[in-house]
T-cell receptor, first 111, second 111 residues
C-alpha cells in the first residue's frame, strides 16, 4: 500500500506568520510531488509541484523535498486568512498519471 | 479556457434511481479519473481511464460504472444508488507527467 501521510490538523497560525505543512510518503520510487489547496466544498487546486530534491519557490509558497528522508513540505510565508484551507499532498510513483493523495492538513490563519 | 466540467453540480435523489454524472475536459488529456471525498477519508479513487475504451478500477469501484467512448468524456454511472454513495464527487484529467486538473465537483445526496 502506497501511503501518503499528513497531520490532519488543524494547524493554526497568526496572520503574517510562516505556515509549515508536512507530508511523508512510503514508496521510495516516488518521483513527483504536488500540493493542492482545497477550500471547503470546493475542488482541489494545484499550487505547487516539485520533482527534485531541494527547494522550489513560487511567490509566498516554497515546496521542499527530501527524498532520502521521504518527506515533502510546503511553507507559506506571510500567511493570510485567505490561506485558510485544507492542503493536500499528492505523490506520483511512476511517470504517468496516477496520484496517491494524503488526507490533507487543515490550516487556519487567524487575523 | 482549459477546464474539466462536471454536471450536475448538486443532485438529491432516491435509492435505486439510476443516475449519471457527466465529466468533460477540453485539454485533450488521455487520463481521466473519478474520486469521491468523504469527511475523514480524503480523496478515494473510484475508476480511471488511460484512454478511449480503456478503464480500470480504483480503490472503491463497487456500485459504480464508467465508460470512455470519447476522449473528452468520462461519465460516472450509478445504476442503483444507495445512501452510502452520498458524497462529494470529483472528476479529474491529466496529460502525461502533468498534474491532475479537477472539475468543480458534484454533491450527491441519496435518500
Amino acid at each position: 500500500q502506497k501511503e501518503v501521510e499528513q497531520n490532519s490538523g488543524p494547524l493554526s497560525v497568526p496572520e503574517g506568520a510562516i505556515a509549515s505543512l508536512n507530508c511523508t510518503y512510503s514508496d521510495r520510487g516516488s518521483q513527483s510531488f504536488f500540493w493542492y489547496r482545497q477550500y471547503s466544498g470546493k475542488s482541489p487546486e494545484l499550487i505547487m509541484f516539485i520533482y527534485s530534491n531541494g527547494d522550489k519557490e513560487d511567490g509566498r509558497f516554497t515546496a521542499q523535498l527530501n527524498k532520502a528522508s521521504q518527506y515533502v513540505s510546503l511553507l507559506i510565508r506571510d500567511s493570510q486568512p485567505s490561506d485558510s484551507a485544507t492542503y493536500l499532498c499528492a505523490v506520483r510513483v511512476n511517470s504517468g498519471y496516477a496520484l496517491n493523495f494524503g488526507k490533507g492538513t487543515s490550516l487556519l490563519v487567524t487575523p | 479556457e482549459a477546464q474539466v466540467t462536471q454536471n450536475p453540480r448538486y443532485l438529491i435523489t432516491v435509492t435505486g434511481k439510476k443516475l449519471t454524472v457527466t465529466c468533460s475536459q477540453n485539454m485533450n488529456h488521455e487520463y481521466m479519473s473519478w474520486y469521491r471525498q468523504d469527511p475523514g477519508l480524503g480523496l478515494r479513487q473510484i475508476y480511471y481511464s488511460m484512454n478511449v475504451e480503456v478503464t480500470d478500477k480504483g480503490d472503491v469501484p463497487e456500485g459504480y460504472k464508467v465508460s470512455r467512448k470519447e476522449k473528452r468524456n468520462f461519465p460516472l454511472i450509478l445504476e442503483s444508488p444507495s445512501p452510502n454513495q452520498t458524497s462529494l464527487y470529483f472528476c479529474a484529467s491529466a496529460g502525461p507527467n502533468q498534474p491532475q486538473h479537477f472539475g468543480d465537483g458534484t454533491r450527491l445526496s441519496i435518500l
